[in-house]
């Protein structure tokens, strides 16, 4: 099974309305950290918010926010306000505690998000 | 300012050669790792290394080897054993390995194999 599942190859958005993209994830580890990261076309990985699995409360950062289901093992990011420069490809990962085969993060296929005017 | 640098941003190599990729960090950051991305997919992590001169293989080694003789440095080569090594390589460091641990990327290196 996917460890990571973004559902979604691609988004449209109007500027300055709210986007919500689409995380799923799958582990047995109890512990365990959920990251999104923005990939412009330059290739940079940007990252944007976290959630760890013993938060109790969604993260937010600013205009993104993470809305995080822990029984659903869904983490979807949310971007209000969209703006142009918005336009990229969106990644979400997890990491896992360290097992000794661990210790790295595990990255969805990511959603093309496009901002219009 | 602190960061993540990588060079060179485009390498171009010819079939049986042998390149090394740059990686420096000046976060004082403990662990350092490599990236490949293929077009269309998410990353898929090649090497990492928590402490100076260790390092371990990752999802997809073979055909790659890195040295970690330095805290800020992570240098990967990618040799000729590596079948398809066109693709864009992503150096990252996190000051630890705790899962709360955000990894930071360099701006990457674009390979392409002629």
């Known amino acids: 099974a996917q460890k990571i599942t973004q559902t979604q190859p691609g988004m449209f958005v109007q500027e300055k309305e709210a986007v919500t993209l689409d995380c799923t994830y799958d582990t047995s580890d109890p512990s365990y950290g959920l990251f999104w990261y923005k990939q412009p076309s330059s290739g940079e990985m940007i990252f944007l918010i976290y959630?760890?699995?013993?938060?109790?409360q969604n993260a937010t950062e600013g205009r993104y926010s993470l809305n995080f289901q822990k029984a659903r093992k869904s983490a979807n990011l949310v971007i209000s306000a969209s703006q142009l420069g918005d336009s990229a490809m969106y990644f979400c990962a997890m990491r896992e505690s360290f097992t000794g085969g661990g210790n790295k993060l595990t990255f969805g296929t990511g959603t093309q998000l496009k901002v219009e005017l | 300012d602190g960061g993540i640098t990588q060079s060179p941003k485009y390498l171009f190599r010819k079939e049986g050669q042998n390149v090394t990729l740059s990686c420096e960090q000046n976060l004082n950051h403990d662990a350092m790792y490599w990236y490949r991305q293929d077009p269309g997919q998410g990353l898929r992590l090649i090497y990492y290394s928590q402490i100076v001169n260790d390092f371990q293989k990752g999802d997809i080694a073979e055909g790659y080897s890195v040295s970690r003789e330095k805290k800020e440095s992570f240098p990967l080569t990618v040799t000729s054993a590596q079948k398809n090594p066109t693709a864009f390589y992503l150096c990252?460091?996190?000051?630890?390995?705790?899962?709360?641990?955000?990894?930071?990327f360099g701006p990457g290196t674009r390979l392409t194999v002629l």
């Open positions: 959630q760890g699995s013993y938060d109790q």
């Open positions: 990252a460091s996190s000051i630890g390995r705790l899962v709360t641990d955000t990894q930071y």
